[in-house]
């Protein structure tokens, strides 16, 4: 990827393999997500955005409706994907046997 002008402090932040973007509901998270998403897949390297926050907004920033756990493509090396960790959790809950007793 070329960097351009982007000054140490973006080069540092863009040259992550993985990037976490975590706060208090309504700080921006989708938006810097979405932002971050966009500069990366615009100097060339495959992006993916996972939102696992099911209150999550950040498909409405690229004009999708449904972000679902299979990946979609919205622009070029720009994809979209959700996790409803609260659906899975309880999923996994009531599709597992419950453990027996375990003795020490």
Do not use: H, W
């Not at 998403?37 to 999708?64: M, Q, Y």
């Amino acid at each position: 990827m070329d960097f351009g002008e982007l000054g140490p402090v973006g080069r540092d932040l863009l040259s992550k393999k993985l990037l976490f973007v975590t706060g208090k509901g309504g700080v921006g998270k989708s938006t810097v997500a979405g932002a971050l998403g966009r500069i990366t897949s615009k100097l060339g390297a495959k992006t993916l955005i996972c939102e696992v926050d099911a209150k999550g907004d950040v498909g409405r920033l690229f004009g999708v409706d449904d972000v679902t756990f299979s990946p979609i493509q919205v622009a070029p090396n720009l994809y979209l994907m959700a996790m409803n960790t609260e659906a899975k959790t309880i999923e996994y809950a009531t599709f597992c046997p419950p453990l027996g007793a375990v003795r020490l």
